[in-house]
């Protein structure tokens, strides 16, 4: 269900290190706007800022200049503890390294969100996403005993768990197999479309990127 | 909106680390144990000194009341009884103060039985029994000595006294039906009599009564008893504070007890420095960890809780074993620390607050080393923490790569075992100079505090502190305020003889003295009255040092005036000679011991200074009639006999003369002390033989062991502190030193994996180890045996410029640190091998699967 309706925004973004010579310019002036609803694929060499940006709209790095407004929340104005709760409430992350805690079950990293907010899981909803990620027989197991595709369809089920307002996804397929970069894939753009979400998603897959609704090209810090 | 803190799942979180990571946990509780042990002892050993002091000086003052008032009416007393600051108060009526004079300076009260203020000043009886019948009648020890009094139940007691308020001596005869020891440094004491005896011997003389108050608030008794006064509207009273409550002595105690509560600053940074080089142990870890949740959405609030709950839940179960522990090295080192007790000082002042304190800076301290890994974590941004995936523990930022793009071309170099190994230590720079500092300060803290300990001679000590290894003093000498009673024949002439033929005797002398009055004329007392009427370089005239001695004053001024003074003659023989002219100056003349041996000479003796207070060398003096000449004037350096003289004897000159001459002069005299010198390899035996032949005598013995104990407990007491702190510190640098080795490895999983896969084999991976283990071995030992040494040798040149001890021979010794070299070498060769085995446990495969 897409609408017209700008769910991301980002307004002459920059984020430099470094100063003089050995300055190095992550992003350089990037303006972009993303729809609800839309899956958008952003693509480019490595070192081209992707991670960057997506850090940005994650509210899990701070620009050197310019405004990422997500769901009409401007991240700059936020302090360090609501930037928090903002990430728990409003982003679903998926890292290629899946980021699962590993003292903790499948089902508590599912909830680990819910359970940072102290909010009542939707358990029906919750129950449908195990079904549709076939999770339902390893929602006992810690993440070191599952595949690693296991491991990602578990970060997309927590990804999914709080009802966010946009999945951030960096590589999710970074780690697994072509037969499984295709079931993730799909499993995401499904999910998404299902449960009326808004997702991002970096790739060096052209397969992958031809699954989005936009393409964002990135090279040397801007958007080609 | 953007509100909200859950911290329940903190609790779950926590509960889960300590499952999963149970190996890493044991060792942090481990320590938890350990710093709550140093805490618990620290405090506990500082409050048991803190009670000692105050246990010795209300011991001194002989009561635990807090302020004595004397001369009181009923009216008074009452008055006193019923003020709302007093919470309880004992009385003593007592109706007279012996007389005799061998009591010397003694004030020992005639008084009905009090068993309240018998308990309070420890007088109860504790032989015998208290006075039931009329004529009975229960002294203390010293009292019973001094009159020559035996120790026997129904003896016959004859005293004198004076009735409160003055007035004509009166005397008594009673029955002895009890008696107690006192402490041998106490002037009061009381004789108790029965309440019916008291009526009939104090009968028509005024109420003096002697009331002793307990406080509610023990703080300042000078100020209360001041107010109390005040407000009751009683004038003129005398009235003395127990020294327990003294203000001064009390901050005396109190910087005692500080050296020990100083500890704990020590024990604090070690304690996070011990607890953080664990935690590092899992640095990557942590990071890993911190980075991802805060990713996810954990507020920077809920991960300060998550390092709380984590911090209690390290802290609980250590919290029991580190009381138990620090109690029981407490009890262990406290009889050493709080000396002359007879209980056990831990168990004696036990107190429960060093637990509760020890147990609140045990969290705040584990607190703060779990918090140390989030402060590390809370600098960066989560996209920046969750960059770090390298092997080294330090985030890498692109701010920080950005510097470093320059790369000097050296051309085609080929890598061989031994330049990977120096190359790998390189990487971990940081935590090899951490764990090289604490290991240089603590070995630094140790080879000092030894060189110091085998410094102090403790041969030197006792030749200089005690006059000989034993000397036995007769009971009405026994303690420094007791009037030696020259009639007393307890130490019986053939005692010395029987000691003399045991094989370790080396050498043995008798003292014996007698109190003569005697003349000088104008011109030998010029000297003397010159020396005493002469201002100082204080300004000072001399006499007046000695304002606060009336009798010393009185004699002085007969002499000065009239020539009449006391000469105490001192008959000495073999050994008590030799003391006599080597342990004292010499002022004028010398000594020849042929000369000496003739009977016509005697060895004049002054006072404490290297000035002229005895008549002049060459002079002639009559003792009983009989004519010698001063041989030579010493200084009167140390005594040879125990004891006090009488009142009268205050201001003295002391003559020696030969033991011969004395018997001639005094037929009927008695011995003093007996000094002996023994072979201390045959101490043991010696005193066994001591003690069987001194079987049923009250003769008092000093003996060489209790210098030699003093002299032990005093070096404990100056080297545990530093002792402790200096090992504890060798712990860490010896911790920080394995993990450094430890991390150097277990990072490097992947490494060691690629390696492998290049075609290196697990022997020349061994070998890449154990040279990087030898590597950071001999960087070690390279810093630390020049860094100690010097460090060492520059304290000890310190130490001999400032510290005047005359009981120290100067040992440069850096025994700690050559042991602590085989042990690192040993962790240094071990710890790569062991943990290579570890690591490569799995395939090649494996290992580089799990790592990506």
């Known amino acids: 269900m897409k609408t017209n309706t700008n769910i991301i925004t980002v307004h002459g973004l920059k984020k430099y290190y470094g100063s003089g010579p050995r300055q190095v310019k992550a992003l350089d002036g990037i303006d972009l706007t993303i729809k609800q609803g839309e899956f958008t694929a952003i693509t480019g060499a490595s070192g081209s800022g992707k991670t960057t940006l997506l850090n940005m709209m994650g509210g899990l790095d701070v620009p050197t200049e310019g405004e990422v407004i997500v769901d009409g929340i401007d991240l700059s104005r936020l302090r360090e503890e609501q930037l928090a709760v903002f990430r728990r409430k409003k982003v679903g992350f998926i890292f290629q390294n899946y980021n699962l805690v590993p003292t903790l079950t499948v ?11 102290g909010a009542a899981p939707d358990m029906r909803y919750l129950e449908e996403i195990i079904e549709l990620l076939g999770l339902p027989d390893k929602l006992n197991a810690y993440p070191e005993a599952l595949s690693g595709g296991q491991q990602q369809r578990t970060a997309i089920a927590r990804a999914l768990a709080a009802k966010p307002a946009i999945l951030l996804a960096d590589e999710p397929t970074g780690n697994l197999d072509s037969q499984n970069s295709q079931n993730v894939a799909g499993l995401l753009k499904m999910t998404t479309k299902l449960f009326h979400r808004t997702l991002v998603m970096i790739t060096h ?7 989005a609704d936009t393409v964002v090209k990135m090279k040397d810090g801007r958007i080609v | 909106m953007l509100q909200n803190n859950n911290l329940k799942i903190c609790r779950k979180l926590v509960r889960r680390e300590l499952q999963f990571h149970k190996g890493q946990c044991l060792l942090l509780v481990t320590a938890v144990t350990l710093v709550c042990m140093l805490y618990t002892f620290s405090f506990a050993m500082g409050s048991h000194v803190y009670d000692g002091f105050l246990y010795s000086y209300r011991l001194m003052y002989g009561s ?10 009923t009216e008074q007393a009452a008055l006193l009884e019923s003020h709302n600051a007093v919470k309880d108060t004992v009385l003593l009526s007592p109706i007279g103060t012996l007389s005799d004079e061998m009591l010397g300076n003694r004030n020992v009260k005639l008084a009905e039985f009090s068993e309240k203020w018998a308990r309070e000043t420890d007088s109860v009886p504790l032989y015998g029994q208290a006075p039931a019948e009329e004529d009975e009648i229960a002294l203390d020890e010293i009292t019973l000595n001094s009159l020559l009094i035996p120790h026997e139940i129904g003896a016959e007691v004859f005293l004198t006294w004076v009735p409160e308020g003055g007035g ?13 020891k006192n402490n041998t440094g106490e002037t009061d004491s009381c004789a108790w009599i029965t309440k019916e005896a008291a009526e009939e011997l104090g009968g028509g003389t005024p109420e003096h009564k002697t009331l002793g108050l307990t406080l509610y608030l023990p703080g300042d008794p000078e100020r209360q008893a001041k107010d109390l006064f005040s407000d009751t509207g009683i004038q003129n009273i005398t009235y003395t504070t127990n020294l327990a409550g003294n203000r001064a002595r009390m901050a005396y105690a109190g910087g005692k007890a500080m050296e020990f509560y100083r500890l704990n600053l020590i024990v604090v940074l070690c304690g996070i420095l011990m607890l953080y080089t664990i935690l590092r142990l899992s640095d990557r870890r942590n990071i890993q960890f911190y980075a991802g949740v805060k990713a996810l959405g954990m507020t920077p609030r809920q991960i300060r809780v998550l390092a709380v709950y984590r911090a209690a839940a390290l802290c609980l179960p250590g919290l029991l074993p580190g009381w138990i522990l620090g109690f029981s090295l407490c009890a262990l080192l406290a009889p050493y620390v709080v000396v002359g007790l007879g209980a056990n000082p831990a168990l004696f002042f036990f107190r429960l607050w060093p637990f509760g304190l020890g147990a609140l800076l045990t969290w705040l301290t584990v607190l703060t080393a779990c918090l140390l890994p989030i402060r590390s974590v809370a600098k960066y941004t989560p996209a920046e923490a969750m960059r770090f995936t390298g092997g080294n523990t330090k985030i890498k930022t692109m701010r920080s790569m950005a510097g470093r793009s320059k790369t000097k071309n050296r051309g085609l170099r080929r890598t061989t075992i031994r330049r990977m190994a120096f190359t790998e230590l390189s990487r971990h720079k940081g935590q090899s100079l951490l ?4 290991l240089l300060l603590s070995l630094i803290i140790l080879c000092c505090v030894w060189t110091k300990g085998v410094s102090y001679d403790e041969e030197k000590y006792l030749e200089g502190a005690a006059l000989c290894d034993y000397r036995l003093s007769d009971p009405s000498a026994a303690a420094d305020t007791q009037r030696y009673n020259p009639k007393s024949r307890s130490i019986a002439p053939e005692i010395p003889e029987t000691l003399s033929g045991h094989p370790a005797v080396e050498n043995i002398g008798i003292v014996c003295t007698m109190e003569v009055p005697m003349y000088a004329g104008a011109q030998e007392r010029a000297p003397i009255i010159e020396t005493f009427e002469e201002t100082d370089e204080r300004g000072v005239i001399r006499k007046e040092y000695m304002a606060d001695a009336p009798d010393w004053i009185a004699g002085y001024e007969k002499m000065r005036e009239s020539g009449e003074y006391i000469g105490i003659v001192t008959g000495v023989d073999k050994l008590a000679l030799e003391k006599a002219v080597t342990q ?16 016509k000479y005697v060895i004049a003796s002054g006072a404490a200074s290297l000035l002229k207070t005895t008549p002049p060398a060459g002079t002639k003096v009559m003792i009983c009639g009989r004519e010698f000449e001063i041989m030579a004037c010493v200084l009167f350096e140390s005594s040879l006999a125990s004891g006090a003289d009488s009142r009268q004897a205050q201001f003295n000159v002391t003559y020696y003369v030969p033991i011969g001459v004395f018997e001639e002069l005094f037929p009927e005299h008695g011995i003093r002390n007996v000094l002996i010198d023994i072979d201390r390899s045959r101490q043991d035996e010696f005193e066994a033989f001591l003690a069987d032949t001194l079987r049923g005598t009250e003769i008092h013995i000093t003996s060489v062991r209790d210098h030699q104990l003093n002299f032990r407990n005093a070096l404990f007491r100056i080297c545990m502190i530093p002792l402790f702190v200096g090992g504890v510190m060798l712990v860490i640098g010896t911790l920080n030193f394995t993990n450094v080795l430890m991390m150097g490895i277990l990072v490097r999983k992947r490494d060691f994996a690629v390696y492998e896969s290049l075609g290196m084999t697990k022997r020349q991976l061994g070998k890449l180890l154990l040279w990087e283990g030898l590597s950071c071995f001999g960087i070690m030992t390279g810093l630390l045996v020049p860094g100690v040494a010097a460090a060492v040798w520059l304290w000890g040149k310190w130490q001999l410029a400032h510290m005047n001890t005359w009981c120290v021979t100067w040992r440069f010794s850096l025994l700690p640190l050559w042991i602590s070299l085989p042990v690192l070498l040993i962790i240094a060769l071990a710890v790569p091998l062991y943990f290579m085995k570890f690591v490569t446990k799995e395939s090649v495969t494996e290992r580089l699967r799990s790592a990506e």
């Open chain 1, 107 to 117: 089902e508590e990293n599912i909830l680990f969100p819910l359970d940072l907010d």
């Open chain 1, 205 to 211: 897959n052209p397969e992958l990127a031809q699954l």
């Open chain 2, 64 to 73: 635990g009341s807090h302020i004595i008032c004397y001369d009181l009416s």
């Open chain 2, 168 to 180: 004509e001596e009166r005397a008594g005869v009673f029955r002895l039906c009890g008696w107690w």
């Open chain 2, 435 to 438: 764990a090289a500092l604490s």
């Open chain 2, 584 to 599: 004292n100056i010499f002022i004028e003349g010398t000594f020849s011991e042929e000369d000496f041996d003739t009977g």
